[in-house]
């Protein structure tokens, strides 16, 4: 039987219309690989930073993006025993994900956790690794901790705020959007916006702060860690806006991202660490560690929340969803 | 009965013969105040720091220097029921430690550790406390963290040394010293003097660097940090030399001290802190924390390294002896 698979490229750099949907051929999987025929494919920040060329990890044009897929096995490579076709799974993919047929190594699939669905488990791997990495492999919390997180609706802020809950934190979540505020609220955190908390001086004292939108707001908010406190960045949400390939903003949000005088670090008795995932990501060792430490999902009953599902082949409207900003939760295509 | 007391000054700023020894008059506790005859003064890089004039946070001239003591409890203030007279203490003192008699609030004394002597306990607070804060505090190292801890043979060093093995850490330490390595063998981690780590690419992978001598030296670190890995900063140890206050050395560590590009930092995937011990010390809370984690001291079998003992009245010779970087281990002040 021969089958027809999809892929979405960018074939050149531009607004969310230029994405280009295609055919593709099917590859069989070889010795350790497996092949999976893809319900939901992940749609991230940075590949909408990818289609507007400025992310200098992406492969040479024309290429597939998309970071994480769930699906059932369709085909297993020689040696592969951890999954059977016919087996529902989630898969980071590091590239190549925004398909309807993907083949990776074995040991970036993981059976999909009990409590999700194949919807939930597509809007996975990402925000999990990050908040993951960020929380634990970084920061390393601690139960008692007080933790800031910055963009608590988004894919990450979600998953980070009910991990940091169960690991036993007073949570404070972030949002730009006063109408989010219950949500927030709703996972057991304590909600602000952010003109709230830059209003506020009184909160403060924070052990750990997740910062997302980077450029000016790292300084603002490093000024509430309490002593010993750590930041990690994840990011500069502030360096795109409309979908637009806007450079003077994007070198605006580069400029005001601060250099830190390790001089001035020993006045402040705090740390700051960047998270970007996906460059960890590229370490088989990483990539090993985190698809097993998906077993937490399950043991916490994380929820990640899908934010809105686009069929693919209306991929561009789910970027130009994306960078509205309004999204809650995870953007996935349906395939 | 009249006791005569000493202490000593800190009159102008200058070369270590500059140390002022006089007499002072005893002043009777205070409510929740432990007075206390001190036998040993801990001296610390910052007091030499202080007398060459150029330590921020040193109060006006003229001054006593000292953060730390042992002794035993002469009299205690209304409510204080921890100790009594008689008993052996440690105690910080965040200034005016370098007496023969001190007198400082309840919270910042503590029973001597059953481990300890007068001698080695005095040379616990500062150290134990910047050990602490740096390890547990700041990284919080869990076992099987790979962890290089530069002046290894220091003060600070060989209390790290111990408690991260405590801890499970795989440690490596570092020295100037090629004749120090087997002292750092004893302690139960891998030796290497600093230019051998530098001429060996393959030393890395580092989850935790505690960086001790500042300047150039952080970043040269900062490139064997695995990911998600961080540095504690100290100080800048390589600010002064033959306790000369020479203000073009300071200048030169001061300017190649670096300031930390956050976008850089996403490539590195990893942390920095800077830790003044001695600021943190400032705040009552953290105080309290830290006398009250000296239990631990017994727990992990921690023995201080005393590297010599001077007579109070000889303290020009023992800030000469630590200025020339040739001291393993602690130096005291005996009364």
């Known amino acids: ?47 909408v930073q990818m289609r507007l060329g400025f992310y200098p990890d992406a492969p040479k044009k024309p290429f597939v993006p998309g970071y994480e897929i769930s699906g059932v096995v369709a085909e297993v490579g020689a040696g592969v025993t951890a999954v059977k076709p016919g087996d529902a799974v989630v898969a980071g993919t590091y590239f190549g994900g925004y398909a309807s047929r993907v083949t990776v190594p074995a040991t970036q699939v993981f059976p999909l956790p009990r409590n999700a669905t194949l919807e939930t488990g597509a809007a996975l791997p990402v925000n999990y690794f990050t908040a993951q990495l960020a929380l634990h492999d970084m920061a390393r919390v601690r139960a008692g901790d007080k933790v800031l997180i910055e963009c608590a609706t988004g894919g990450v802020g979600v998953l980070a705020t009910q991990m940091a809950r169960h690991a036993g934190c007073e949570v404070v979540g972030l949002t730009t959007s006063p109408h989010k505020k219950p949500f927030i609220e709703a996972l057991g955190a304590i909600a602000y916006t952010r003109d709230e908390l830059y209003a506020d001086e009184s909160v403060r004292g924070f052990d750990l702060i997740i910062n997302s939108s980077g450029g000016v707001h790292i300084n603002r908010q490093r000024a509430r860690l309490g002593l010993t406190g750590r930041m990690v960045c994840l990011g500069m949400s502030s360096g795109v806006k409309d979908g637009r390939r806007n450079f003077a903003r994007i070198a605006i949000a580069a400029l005001r991202t601060p250099r830190i005088s390790v001089l001035k670090l020993f006045d402040a008795n705090t740390g700051i660490y960047a998270l970007n995932a996906l460059h960890v990501l590229r370490d088989p060792v990483w990539v090993e560690r985190m698809t097993r430490s998906l077993v937490a999902v399950d043991e916490l009953d994380l929820r990640p929340h899908v934010g809105k599902v686009f069929d693919a082949r209306e991929a561009g409207a789910a970027h130009a969803f994306l960078e509205t900003k309004q999204a809650t939760g995870k953007v996935l295509l349906a395939w």
């Not at 089958?3 to 280009?20: D, M, Q, V, W």
């Not at 295609?22 to 749609?43: L, M």
Request: aromatic share 8%.
């Open 1 to 47: 039987m021969t089958t027809t698979h999809h892929e979405i490229a960018i074939e050149k750099f531009g607004a969310a219309h230029t994405l280009s949907f295609r055919d593709r051929a099917a590859t069989a999987p070889g010795p350790g690989e497996v092949a999976v025929d893809v319900k939901y494919s992940g749609v991230n920040f940075a590949d």
